[in-house]
């Protein structure tokens, strides 16, 4: 990785200046979180050859964040590549700097007190945990993490594709102001004037929305 710790989770902006903080606790406050998610679950069951339970909270969220929900998972992917097209996709985004965040995930669950310097897997607790309370059903044993790296559920296709994994968050806490940002976090900046470029290259080593998003939802 690119701090000598194994794994490195990457995430693209079209905007360099853009928080990181996810989707849901980016609106007002009182935002219908466990009404959106379940009103997804209703609408999405009929709709994808995937049998899931209504219970199985993991693979629900996951599928609502990459189908555009407002979750409080926060997009990575541990290919930088990718990332990198994410930061140059949006050419309403051109005019200004993009970038690329590194961020150690194993090192980040080690300083939010998950053990061993690892990454989590989303059933575990006090992962599940930070799931179940985005639908509601029931209040965490104990207090919760401010934010947890997580393997990804790779029950769909543009997941698999995306090589997705998530940061999970309890709350608007912008992940910039973490008290181990300089240790967990590195960025790079992508100059806008060099973003078309970028996007060109991309396209030529097979990287484009036609592999990035290998469905119809896009």
């Not at 050419?91 to 690329?100: A, R, S």
Request: glycine share 6%.
């Amino acid at each position: 990785g690119v701090f000598g710790l194994g794994t490195t989770f990457w995430r693209g902006q079209g905007d360099e200046t853009w928080a990181l903080v996810p989707k849901v606790f980016r609106s007002p406050p009182n935002y219908p979180e466990s009404t959106l998610l379940w009103r997804f679950i209703t609408g999405a069951t009929p709709r994808t050859h995937l049998r899931l339970s209504n219970d199985d909270y993991i693979a629900w969220i996951h599928l609502a964040q990459h189908y555009g929900l407002s979750t409080r998972l926060l997009d990575w992917t541990t290919n930088p590549l990718v990332a990198l097209y994410f930061a140059i996709r949006d050419t309403k985004h051109h005019n200004v700097d993009g970038c690329i965040w590194a961020l150690t995930p194993a090192r980040l669950n080690e300083c939010e007190q998950q053990g061993e310097r690892t990454i989590v897997p989303a059933r575990d607790s006090p992962a599940g945990w930070m799931i179940v309370a985005a639908f509601g059903v029931s209040a965490p044993p104990a207090p919760l993490p401010a934010v947890i790296a997580l393997t990804a559920s790779q029950s769909d296709l543009r997941m698999l594709v995306q090589q997705a994994a998530f940061t999970i968050h309890r709350d608007n806490v912008d992940l910039r102001d973490h008290p181990a940002a300089t240790k967990i976090l590195r960025k790079f900046i992508v100059p806008k004037d060099s973003k078309g470029y970028l996007r060109d290259r991309l396209m030529h080593m097979g990287i484009s929305v036609g592999t990035v998003f290998p469905d119809l939802g896009v």
